[in-house]
């Protein structure tokens, strides 16, 4: 790892919005995922022109292609998101996303999928907190505001999924681009970090079987529209009529 | 009890003078010299409201790349010494302690520079 | 007769206010820990993250809406016994919602954006409303106490009365809802919740008024004419039967439900500590013993009998608000009906909280909060209810 000051001497020489520079580097050489949006290179002091409604991302997973055993995509969530601290009692631990080992008692079936913040079009977490820190993204990423979050934690009661965790002790190890701390709730964000500049979630990529699936479900032209077009999909506690953002196969 | 109002006027006023006898003023180290997005003076009086304004947008609007970036702030800003904009010579703190403004950010973000997450990492080419 | 609470037991006075202040400066103690080390040294965790100050704090809430009753009574309903009871009515109405409001206030994550609450609203929240219910009803029984007491006032008092009325079942009403709205979680989402917290708050304020009231006439030497007892243990039998009725009907609901049977199964019969306090500390303590004393002959004979249904009320309450509150989240989410889960966010798991010392401090000092204020204040000011047992007699308003 480079020293923190070579980091440092060669940010000050670049333009000041240097790292969107790199981000646009970067994306120029990635070969676009169909669907994702294009950022603007920022040459001079340009920002992006934000999130828009006429995108809904969403998320693909099958099923059928996760392993028991595997937790690629818990541990890239972790490593990504900066989510490593050392929790006393497990219980306490944030998790944004996790695998589900499920059971049929009566056949003996058994499968896994991993689960997470899915995303919904009509969040409950979103109606019920005071702040409204917990809010809907124009392109349908749910997030949680830090800024105004008072950790008063109904969001976690509201959320049929049990995708929300409360930070329960003061941390110091963050990651710079996913600034979480004490007392505010939190939950998957989709990696709007890295969304937004063009790139997949963490778990998505890192997904050894391919079970994942990220995309933008208005865009007629993306793999995943096309898939959940002709493809038969299900959404977890689909009678609760939420219009989910993560659909799944195999369940 | 004239005197006691007298008595009591008198330390209620001198009270802040002699609790800030013992503190000095703030010594800033600038680490990268003419390289900040605004002058110093409006720097000292409108940081906070450009942070803020700037969190809004980026966090509920999704707009990326704006100038009053905090991120880039602490890196250009963090002492060469520890990395970070707080503690000894730390640029926020320094300021801050001595105004006794409490600083909420660092609860949630990162104030040491040079820490990049994974996806910034493969982005510029670089081990995280 | 003294009005206020007696300048005589002065002592007794600076020994209540020291032990009342003590129990609330411990509540405060408490709170700092979490908030200075974070909710990690509690006993919550990611499933159960409302533990026993949000049991305490709800309780609390819930009773202060209900204790204003007494005055409604008086006023909005006109019934002579309860009109000397307004005043001190309101003023427990006041203590007890910011006992309530301390404690869960106390409890939040980030306890220092409690400005940030009230500038920033989201009004499709209860917890939102709340930010207007609260205050308004500060003002509102603020108001109305004054106009019952200033003389020169009296006959705007039923104007207020009314409002604070009005005002404080929308208040409940959202109280209750803040778990009827939740769709999420087989325990809530019901629409009968709402009134059953409008109901359990008229049980829990009465029992708590009438405690009050007979620690301040037992501070005064004075005692409450035997008729006038009568009428209120009648009336605090009759919200505890109401009560009973909605959490009847609540949980016959549920087993009727399917999908419902599991939780209610957990609740009731082998959910460990959550059947023992709902069968033992909700229904025998809080509803069958309170039944009995205030309303079987051999039992009503037993001195202090209408004090102990009231105590035994306030216990059953807790109880209960426990098993919903606490039961509600150590009960699992049933995200895949039929199969079991199991993973490391503990889903499909039942979750086993400990309130940790820190905690039960804090919902202790709610108590205290509530108690040192209303002792306070009743010591300055004219809130002992004085009965005019002759002319109540004569106008028949103790024969009903």
Redesign the interface.
């Known amino acids: 790892?480079?020293?923190?000051?070579d980091?440092?001497d060669n940010?000050?020489r670049r333009n000041?919005?240097g790292?969107?520079a790199?981000?646009g580097a970067?994306?120029g050489t990635l070969a676009l995922a169909p669907g994702l949006q294009l950022?603007?290179v920022?040459e001079a002091?340009?920002?992006?022109?934000?999130?828009s409604s006429k995108v809904r991302w969403g998320m693909l997973i099958d099923t059928t292609k996760c392993a028991s055993g595997c937790?690629a995509c818990?541990k890239?969530c972790a490593?990504?998101n900066?989510i490593n601290e050392t929790?006393?009692?497990?219980?306490?631990?944030?998790?944004w996303i996790?695998?589900?080992?499920?059971?049929?008692?009566?056949t003996g079936q058994e499968h896994s999928l991993p689960?997470l913040c899915q995303h919904c079009e009509h969040p409950?977490c979103?109606?019920?907190?005071?702040?409204?820190?917990s809010?809907k993204?124009?392109?349908g990423i749910v997030?949680v505001?830090?800024?105004?979050?008072?950790?008063?934690?109904?969001c976690?009661?509201?959320?049929?999924?049990?995708a929300?965790?409360?930070?329960?002790?003061?941390?110091t190890?963050?990651?710079?681009?996913?600034?979480?701390?004490?007392?505010?709730?939190e939950a998957c964000t989709f990696?709007?970090?890295?969304v937004?500049?063009g790139?997949l979630p963490?778990c998505v990529e890192s997904c050894p079987e391919g079970a994942m699936l990220f995309g933008d479900l208005n865009d007629p032209n993306s793999e995943i529209a096309q898939r959940v077009a002709k493809e038969k999909t299900t959404q977890?506690?689909g009678d609760?009529n939420l219009n989910l953002g993560v659909r799944y196969q195999g369940? | 009890m004239k005197r006691t109002l007298v008595g009591l006027a008198a330390i209620l006023l001198l009270a802040p003078v002699c609790a800030s006898a013992g503190a000095s003023k703030p010594t800033l180290k600038i680490e990268n010299p003419g390289q900040c997005i605004a002058p110093v003076a409006e720097m000292r009086v409108n940081h906070m409201e450009m942070l803020k304004h700037t969190r809004d947008r980026t966090l509920r609007q999704g707009i990326r790349g704006e100038k009053a970036s905090l991120n880039e702030c602490i890196n250009c800003h963090a002492s060469k010494v520890t990395g970070s904009v707080l503690g000894k010579d730390g640029f926020c703190q320094e300021c801050h302690s001595y105004a006794a403004v409490k600083l909420d950010c660092w609860d949630c973000h990162q104030p040491k520079a040079g820490k990049l997450n994974v996806g910034q990492a493969e982005a510029a080419g670089v081990k995280p | 007769m003294q009005t206020e609470m007696s300048k005589q037991s002065g002592q007794s006075f600076y020994g209540m206010a020291a032990i009342g202040g003590l129990i609330s400066l411990l509540g405060v103690a408490g709170a700092f820990y979490m908030e200075h080390h974070g909710h990690q040294v509690s006993g919550m965790n990611n499933q159960t993250f409302w533990g026993l100050p949000h049991v305490f704090a709800i309780f609390l809430i819930v009773a202060a809406s209900g204790v204003l009753n007494v005055a409604s009574i008086g006023t909005v309903f006109g019934k002579k016994v309860y009109k000397p009871r307004g005043p001190l009515s309101g003023l427990l109405a006041i203590t007890f919602l910011a006992a309530g409001l301390f404690v869960i206030m106390l409890d939040l994550g980030r306890a220092d954006r409690l400005i940030i609450a009230m500038t920033h609203v989201n009004w499709t929240s209860v917890f939102g409303w709340n930010m207007v219910l609260y205050p308004v009803f500060f003002g509102l029984v603020g108001l109305y106490v004054w106009l019952l007491m200033e003389r020169r006032m009296y006959a705007y008092a039923k104007t207020a009365g009314v409002a604070a009325f009005i005002w404080r079942l929308v208040m409940t009403t959202g109280t209750g809802s803040i778990f009827g709205f939740v769709v999420a979680r087989q325990a809530y989402n019901s629409a009968v919740i709402a009134p059953m917290f409008i109901i359990m708050s008229f049980a829990w304020g009465l029992a708590a008024f009438l405690i009050f009231q007979r620690l301040m006439f037992g501070c005064n030497n004075t005692e409450l004419h035997p008729q006038v007892r009568e009428r209120l243990n009648n009336l605090l039998g009759t919200f505890i039967a109401a009560v009973f009725y909605f959490v009847v009907v609540y949980h016959l609901t549920n087993i009727y439900f399917a999908k419902q049977t599991g939780f209610e199964q957990f609740i009731l019969l082998n959910g460990g500590i959550f059947p023992k306090l709902f069968w033992g500390g909700y229904l025998v303590l809080g509803t069958i013993i309170p039944m009995l004393l205030l309303y079987l002959p051999s039992f009503q004979r037993i001195q202090g009998a209408g004090i102990i249904a009231s105590v035994l009320t306030i216990i059953g309450g807790l109880c209960f608000l426990y098993v919903f509150i606490i039961g509600g989240q150590a009960y699992p989410l049933d995200m895949f009906p039929g199969m079991e889960l199991k993973s490391t966010f503990f889903d499909g798991h039942i979750d086993n909280y400990v309130p940790s010392t820190p905690e039960i401090l804090l919902s202790i000092g709610g108590f205290g909060v509530a108690f040192t204020l209303t002792l306070i204040v009743t010591r300055v000011l004219p809130f002992v209810p004085q009965d005019d047992v002759a002319k109540l007699q004569a106008s028949g308003a103790l024969h009903d």
């Open positions: 790892m480079k020293e923190p000051q980091l440092i940010k000050s000041f919005v790292t969107a790199i981000a970067g994306l950022i603007q920022s002091n340009t920002p992006s022109a934000g999130a937790d818990v890239a490593t990504e900066g929790v006393k009692d497990p219980r306490q631990g944030s998790q996790r695998k589900i080992d499920l059971k049929n008692p009566k689960m409950p979103v109606d019920v907190c005071p702040t409204g820190a809010m993204r124009a392109d997030l505001d830090r800024h105004i979050c008072i950790g008063c934690r109904y976690m009661l509201a959320c049929p999924y049990k929300r965790s409360l930070v329960h002790q003061p941390l190890a963050q990651n710079p681009e996913v600034p979480r701390g004490q007392g505010c709730v990696c709007v970090q890295r937004d500049k790139m963490a977890v506690r609760l369940i």
